[in-house]
């Protein structure tokens, strides 16, 4: 296969969206045909210059940010309004794209989050990739362990006690949702660019 280049982009404001954004970046970086890159979002809303030019070149990017008063924090909001200019020229067009999103409630509208992360993708022109997993701790059979236990589908969520740091929280089974979230991205990307490579070259 051809190398593909998988970033992942995120806010966190008290580590535990970071230990997130970690997670999916080592499950894209455990696929052997694809190189990952993280990139944290200050709290100012900026990215620096080297960031920004691996978003450019990245065949995916994996959004990740809190879920504060039912969207994502302010900065990553304004980390997305920094990006009017590209999507003007759609420079993202038909890039892959997924999201992930932390908050300390079970729920805690994270999937308002991830919404505006998927609607913020089309606008870019990009491809949306969910979770693709059958929801988790869902029966009298299941357990908080499980993957996918808080049974999201457009994107990975995890949970996090407020009184709790980041070394503690997310718990395990949040972190690996999020790694199959980056390998199963990272996987896709790397099907795609190599598919993308033999039709260029079967036109050319």
Not at 10 to 20: A, F
Not at 51 to 66: F, M, N, V
Not at 107 to 122: E, H, I, N, P, R
Request: aromatic residues 6%; proline residues 4%; charged residues 15%.
């Amino acid at each position: 296969m051809t190398s593909c280049s998988i970033a992942v982009v995120y806010h966190s404001g008290s580590g535990h969206t970071r230990v997130q954004a970690e997670a999916a970046f080592d499950g894209a970086a455990s696929v052997e045909d694809a190189s990952a890159h993280l990139i944290s979002v200050d709290a100012a809303g900026q990215v620096d210059d080297v960031g920004w030019d691996l978003l450019d070149a990245a065949d995916a990017i994996i959004l990740g940010a809190p879920t504060y008063m039912a969207g994502p924090s302010a900065p990553f909001k304004t980390f997305l309004d920094a990006t009017s200019a590209r999507w003007a020229e759609q420079r993202w067009c038909d890039k892959l794209a997924a999201g992930f999103t932390n908050s300390a409630g079970l729920s805690g509208d994270k999937l308002a989050t991830l919404q505006q992360l998927a609607l913020f993708a089309m606008q870019h022109g990009m491809i949306w990739i969910g979770l693709g997993l059958l929801p988790g701790n869902h029966t009298s059979g299941g357990s908080p362990d499980d993957l996918n236990r808080l049974a999201a589908f457009l994107g990975a969520m995890a949970q996090s006690n407020a009184d709790e740091g980041p070394q503690l929280v997310p718990p395990p089974a949040d972190r690996r949702t999020a790694q199959h979230l980056g390998r199963r991205v990272a996987l896709l990307a790397a099907e795609l660019r190599t598919a993308r490579a033999v039709v260029a070259e079967v036109g050319s």
